[in-house]
């Protein structure tokens, strides 16, 4: 059962960097924002029927709610506002300390036992993300810092949340879509707010039109959809901490999508970050 769970995890992980390299053209063309809602809008459409099937409403959905709005809503709104003000050699490694602090969060809520080789582990991965992310261009900013620091307390909470989700018996299914439509519903009407505020339009009829016949679905039902549910079946037989620090192998496989597709070439400190993110996934195998 736990060679399964890692499996997930892993699967989990390579899903989540083919699309953080997928919805690069996106944002560039519709904005951060706008494209996170979209993304959000077809992985529920994707989620919605298996989940109409197998919802029970019981009271740990709460929990899957709560995790989509921690850390689709907050904590990746916050992350995108740390790169912009500090940059991505700052805002990356402070944000990736979310795989510590999910870890110790977890032995409290979720009353699992942290193990040295778990905690070994995600220190690497840590120090690995920081590695990878070093480069020019960084500004060490307090709003940039802070809005990382963030990102990296949502984006714990919001994991831990779909532990409590999936401790309450919901399905990783019906986790995925309640995470995406309650973040995605909240995004949306922050936007249309915003615009009307402004006088303007939100543009999200324009982006839907932009998007539908494009790519953008099919990643984000990949992502949001098969990519959460493997995660919420990955907690349920790994156990959490196993599972959010083989996830977090997530920018190993970045950068060797990047390198493969031509796109970027690995400088050595990169290459050093893999190395440790290697070794990092292979503590928690052997954990």
């Given at each position: 059962?736990?060679?399964?769970g890692d499996a997930a995890a892993l699967a989990t992980?390579?899903?989540?960097?083919?699309?953080?390299?997928?919805?690069?053209?996106?944002?560039?063309?519709?904005?951060?924002?706008?494209?996170?809602?979209?993304?959000?809008?077809?992985?529920?459409?994707?989620?919605?029927?298996?989940?109409?099937?197998?919802?029970?409403?019981?009271?740990?959905?709460?929990?899957?709610?709560?995790?989509?709005?921690?850390?689709?809503?907050?904590?990746?709104?916050?992350?995108?506002?740390?790169?912009?003000?500090?940059?991505?050699?700052?805002?990356?490694?402070?944000?990736?300390?979310?795989?510590?602090?999910?870890?110790?969060?977890?032995?409290?809520?979720?009353?699992?036992?942290?193990?040295?080789?778990?905690?070994?582990?995600?220190?690497?991965?840590?120090?690995?993300?920081?590695?990878?992310?070093?480069?020019?261009?960084?500004?060490?900013?307090?709003?940039?810092?802070?809005?990382?620091?963030?990102?990296?307390?949502?984006?714990?909470?919001?994991?831990?949340?779909?532990?409590?989700?999936?401790?309450?018996?919901?399905?990783?299914?019906?986790?995925?879509?309640?995470?995406?439509?309650?973040?995605?519903?909240?995004?949306?009407?922050?936007?249309?707010?915003?615009?009307?505020?402004?006088?303007?339009?939100?543009?999200?009829?324009?982006?839907?039109?932009?998007?539908?016949?494009?790519?953008?679905?099919?990643?984000?039902?990949?992502?949001?959809?098969?990519?959460?549910?493997?995660?919420?079946?990955?907690?349920?037989?790994?156990?959490?901490d196993q599972a959010v620090v083989i996830v977090s192998?997530?920018?190993?496989?970045?950068?060797?999508?990047?390198?493969?597709?031509?796109?970027?070439?690995?400088?050595?400190?990169?290459?050093?970050?893999?190395?440790?993110?290697?070794?990092?996934?292979?503590?928690?195998?052997?954990?």
């Amino acid at each position: 059962m736990r060679s399964l769970g890692d499996a997930a995890a892993l699967a989990t992980a390579m899903i989540w960097a083919y699309a953080s390299l997928a919805y690069k053209p996106f944002i560039a063309r519709l904005g951060a924002l706008r494209t996170n809602v979209m993304r959000m809008l077809y992985a529920s459409l994707a989620t919605l029927p298996f989940a109409l099937a197998l919802m029970t409403f019981k009271e740990g959905e709460t929990f899957a709610v709560l995790s989509g709005v921690l850390s689709l809503s907050v904590g990746d709104t916050m992350y995108l506002a740390s790169i912009g003000s500090a940059g991505l050699s700052v805002a990356a490694p402070l944000s990736y300390t979310y795989v510590i602090l999910a870890e110790v969060i977890s032995t409290v809520l979720l009353g699992e036992r942290l193990t040295p080789g778990l905690a070994a582990a995600g220190a690497l991965i840590v120090a690995g993300v920081a590695l990878i992310s070093v480069g020019p261009g960084g500004r060490a900013s307090p709003r940039g810092v802070a809005m990382a620091l963030g990102a990296s307390g949502a984006w714990a909470l919001g994991q831990v949340m779909i532990g409590l989700a999936d401790a309450g018996g919901v399905p990783p299914v019906v986790i995925a879509f309640l995470r995406v439509a309650a973040s995605g519903a909240l995004l949306a009407a922050g936007l249309k707010l915003a615009a009307r505020l402004r006088g303007g339009d939100a543009g999200l009829m324009s982006a839907l039109r932009r998007t539908a016949r494009s790519s953008l679905p099919l990643v984000a039902a990949l992502d949001l959809g098969l990519g959460v549910t493997l995660f919420a079946l990955s907690v349920r037989a790994s156990g959490f901490d196993q599972a959010v620090v083989i996830v977090s192998s997530l920018p190993l496989f970045a950068q060797l999508m990047a390198w493969l597709s031509g796109a970027e070439r690995p400088r050595p400190t990169e290459v050093a970050g893999a190395a440790a993110v290697v070794v990092a996934v292979a503590v928690a195998f052997m954990a």
